[in-house]
């Protein structure tokens, strides 16, 4: 398995914005498909944002789009997550995903079970 770490979370303004980064193990992290997902008290854990491995493509939840990007930089095997216009929806925990699968499978980009590792997860709190 490979280890992610997150960090950039906390408490910001509605309006504001974050940073999230994810740091990951690994010697070929530019193989890996990255996803973002999110997970607030009471509901289920939710898709945000992924990036696959070799075109860059990215993927993006309706509710965040246009407000939140998803790059990554594999020379510092790390993906972010930026997010601006911040609401107070946003509020959850988010976590990194790491799909190591070989050859990648973009149908799945959006799915959690078409990750296989993942991180602890960072809490972004909005206040209204």
């Known amino acids: 398995q490979v280890q992610l770490v997150e960090s950039g979370g906390g408490l910001v303004q509605a309006g504001g914005s974050l940073r999230l980064s994810c740091a990951a193990s690994g010697r070929i992290f530019s193989s890996y498909a990255m996803g973002w997902f999110r997970q607030a008290p009471g509901k289920e854990r939710e898709f945000v944002a992924a990036?696959?491995?070799?075109?860059?493509?990215?993927f993006y939840s309706d509710s965040v789009k246009g407000r939140f990007t998803i790059s990554r930089d594999n020379a510092k095997n790390t993906v972010y997550l930026q997010m601006n216009s911040l609401k107070f929806e946003d509020t959850a925990v988010y976590y990194c995903?790491?799909?190591?699968?070989?050859?990648?499978?973009?149908?799945?980009?959006?799915?959690?079970?078409?990750?296989?590792?993942w991180g602890q997860g960072t809490q972004v709190t909005v206040s209204s």
């Open positions: 995903a790491a799909d190591r699968s070989i050859p990648y499978r973009a149908n799945r980009a959006t799915m959690a079970s078409g990750y296989d590792s």
């Open positions: 990036i696959s491995p070799s075109t860059y493509t990215t």
